[in-house]
């Protein structure tokens, strides 16, 4: 399926291959001169031009001069064309392999036939109804006699896979500009392929532009793509059946932006310094001219996209596909030959899924199992692979919906680096052989990306390792969770958040054990309340009492028995509730945080809050109570004082271990353990409350000076004046930092909003 004009320098439309060799037959070498699939590529494309029967002599015309694996491969899967060709088209019987050993003494042997090349015989003869005997077989090809019986059993004959293989392959006939065909005029032809030729056509009924697929199979496609409604796959209309010519019609959306594929050579071609989303509207300005059609003018995406940073551009194609082939899995419908030629592209950029290969006409054995499954083995996972070269011999590995998610993959790092994370440099020298080749590569560690400093490329890189797992179960498990990491590369402030950048103190942070952090935010605020109380009632509540030493043992003795009590029941409290955030944190390392664990995280502030501050408060009360009870000296002046004082101590006891905690929760602890998924479905509720108590608190930060002050008032002795205009002053500071830090705690959760709420639904940047 293909709205791509024609390149004057390529094959007409790759995405139009139905896949035969190791990439497709039609489709772009991603090398940078003509690999083996590019030559097949051409070799199939001088066999059509033959007619419709070739000759031996004919086929040796069409190889290449290569080497002699390379010759040897494409021969092969000329032959299986050939063959294909005679069934489809004449009614003479298939020529037998033997037929075209007599030629070709010099690349092939009956002793060296390819089991895949075996099969395409069989498969053919018994499309055509013969009877077909194992001796025939094992006397031909004493090497595979061991094959030979499940060749030709009934499990091959009656699998799905062996029928499918044999559908059509015949040409798809030629239209002609302007020549009228149902109810369509052809206006220009946009890509033209083995299996199906695709015009640019007008649909005179309905007085519009469409995409017209014309081939001579029909297969599942069209049934499975009328399930589908998403603003990233094409619209496919409707489809027809036209007697003169015998042909199936396909028509659809008509996208005029060209494909990924045409956006991966001018990667390719573009220093790495200066790619940029630049990139993705030069090959769609190309398309549109090539089709005479106008460029957007005043659009908000065409202008962000030509000053996007490139990692962040391909990380915004990435999560309209991921949502694509979420949306396609939900119907049960699998795309199976994700690639870059099958994503076109609007006059704006935005991607849309094309060909979903349901199931399609292609070569007949190994190639033609890889057609019923779908896909071009350079982009396919490794159960794919593995697929592929089991039909007709074991059970088939399920091809499910993380198969689509691999090769999506696949794809965005040919877009973002300019080729495939595995490369394979030998030539095949069979179907089989590719296959394999293909799968030992998917075995192998990926390269290492040596320019993801930034934090956009670095999130990128992490997101397409974990979905190129070479276990799927190991994988990102869904489009929905593929496209909600990828979304963090379209917000750098959040993605600092989620992979703060070394250097940073998000980082510095991040690499803390929060035991050490709870701590010392902790710690140190009630230290500080402890040296003003103390220094504060010295000087002026207890001063007469400290005067006289039996008293100044008795208030020792009170207050180590108070403390003795508090402290201890503090720490115990504290680290209790540090525990269920640790135990949060190593839980997200390998699976998905519980709700009990994000609760933890954004509770931990508010109760080590009011852990101090409500033993402060408590000490308050006890301390004046049990003096004034023991000390006639002790009267309500003082009981007034103290009890304001450690109110204060309270203050700021509660009030900046929230703060800071809450810093720290947002900034570490909660996007460390959402970052395995990014998905909270709770995220808008728990940030309003967490806002609403952060706001409370800072009205406390303001209270506490306000306190300070009213002791100042009270006051008559110089020395306790100056300490409480040291506290006030501090506090005053206090309350600066505290709001400050409201509005660090909003910004943070602003940012995650973009990436967590479920109010607010954008792939645009910064929206």
């Known amino acids: 399926m293909s709205n791509a004009p024609p390149s004057p320098d390529l094959p007409q439309d790759p995405q139009l291959a139905e896949t035969i060799g190791p990439d497709g037959p039609f489709e772009e ?4 001169g003509p690999g083996v699939d590019r030559l097949l590529e051409e070799c199939l494309e001088q066999f059509l031009e033959l007619g419709t029967y070739a000759s031996p002599e004919a086929l040796r015309g069409l190889l290449p001069d290569a080497s002699r694996e390379t010759r040897r491969y494409l021969l092969i899967e000329l032959i299986k064309m050939d063959m294909a060709t005679v069934v489809e088209e004449t009614d003479r019987s298939v020529p037998k392999i033997d037929s075209y050993l007599t030629h070709f003494k010099d690349l092939l042997h009956a002793d060296d036939v390819p089991i895949d090349l075996l099969m395409e015989e069989i498969q053919l003869r018994k499309q055509q109804g013969e009877d077909l005997s194992v001796e025939e077989y094992v006397d031909r090809f004493p090497a595979h006699a061991e094959f030979v019986g499940e060749l030709l059993g009934q499990r091959l004959s009656q699998s799905p896979e062996a029928t499918a293989a044999v559908q059509s392959r015949s040409r798809p006939p030629q239209l002609e500009i302007g020549q009228s065909l149902d109810d369509f005029v052809i206006v220009q032809t946009l890509g033209s392929g083995a299996f199906a030729n695709v015009y640019l056509a007008r649909q005179v009924s309905m007085s519009r532009v469409v995409a017209l697929k014309v081939s001579r199979g029909t297969g599942d496609e069209p049934q499975a793509l009328a399930q589908l409604d998403h603003p990233n796959i094409v619209r496919v209309f409707d489809q027809r059946v036209t007697e003169t010519p015998p042909s199936h019609l396909l028509y659809m959306q008509f996208q005029p932006g060209g494909t990924l594929a045409d956006v991966v050579k001018i990667v390719r071609q573009t220093p790495r310094e200066s790619r940029s989303g630049a990139m993705l509207l030069e090959a769609i300005d190309r398309s549109l001219l090539r089709t005479a059609q106008a460029v957007p003018e005043r659009s908000t995406l065409r202008e962000w996209l030509r000053t996007a ?12 596909l991921a949502r694509a082939l979420e949306s396609a899995h939900d119907c049960n419908v699998m795309h199976r030959d994700v690639k870059p030629a099958n994503v076109l592209l609007s006059a704006e950029g935005v991607p849309k899924l094309a060909d979903f290969n349901v199931s399609f006409a292609g070569v007949a054995g190994r190639a033609g199992a890889a057609s019923n499954f779908g896909g071009s083995i350079g982009y396919m996972s490794p159960e794919h692979l593995r697929a592929i070269s089991a039909v007709g011999f074991e059970e088939v590995e399920e091809v499910g919906p993380r198969a689509d998610l691999y090769s999506l993959a696949i794809l965005l790092w040919e877009v973002w680096q300019g080729h495939r994370p595995f490369e394979v440099n030998d030539s095949p020298t069979s179907w089989t052989d590719a296959v394999a080749q293909q799968l ?8 290492s990306v040596t320019d993801n400093q930034d934090a956009i490329s670095r999130l990128l890189e992490t997101t397409l390792r974990a979905a190129l797992r070479e276990q799927s179960d190991e994988r990102i498990s869904s489009g929905s969770e593929f496209a909600a990491k990828l979304k963090l590369a379209l917000h750098p402030e959040a993605a600092r958040l989620f992979d703060p950048e070394d250097g940073t103190w998000q980082r510095w942070l991040s690499r803390r054990s929060p035991w050490w ?3 010392l935010v902790i710690l140190v605020p009630n230290a500080i309340a402890g040296v003003f109380g103390r220094i504060y009632n010295q000087v002026d509540s207890l001063r007469p009492l400290l005067d006289i030493g039996e008293t100044k043992s008795t208030f020792n003795l009170v207050s180590n028995s108070i ?50 501050g409500i033993l402060w408060c408590v000490a308050a009360v006890l301390y004046p109570l049990i003096l004034s009870i023991l000390f006639e000296q002790f009267g309500m002046r003082e009981v007034l004082h103290f009890f304001l004082s450690h109110v204060i101590c309270g203050g700021v006891a509660a009030i900046y271990p929230f703060f800071g905690l809450t810093i720290y929760a947002t900034t570490v602890l909660y996007p460390r353990m959402i970052r395995s998924t990014l998905h909270d479905a709770r995220f808008d509720e728990r940030m309003e409350r967490l806002m609403l108590r952060a706001e409370r608190y800072l009205f406390l930060a303001c209270l506490v000076p306000l306190i300070g002050a009213s002791l100042l008032l009270m006051r008559n002795e110089d020395q306790a004046r100056w300490v409480i205009l040291i506290a006030i002053a501090l506090t005053g500071i206090g309350s600066i930092a505290a709001f400050s830090a409201y509005r660090l705690i909003a910004r943070q959760c602003s940012q995650m909003a973009k990436m967590l709420s479920n109010r607010k639904d954008s792939v645009m940047p910064e929206s």
């Open 29 to 32: 070498s991603t090398e940078p």
């Open 517 to 519: 952090i709870a701590a």
């Open 563 to 612: 403390n003795s009590v508090a402290f201890p029941l503090a720490v115990v409290l504290v680290l209790y509730y540090t525990r269920d955030v640790v135990r949060g944190l190593k839980t997200a390392e390998s699976d998905h945080p519980s709700e009990e664990h994000l609760f933890s995280a954004l509770q931990l502030p508010h109760r080590a809050a009011v852990i101090g």
């Open 309 to 320: 940073p490139w990692p962040m551009t391909v990380a915004w194609l990435g999560i309209q």
């Open 440 to 447: 030992k590569a998917r075995s192998e560690p990926l390269e």
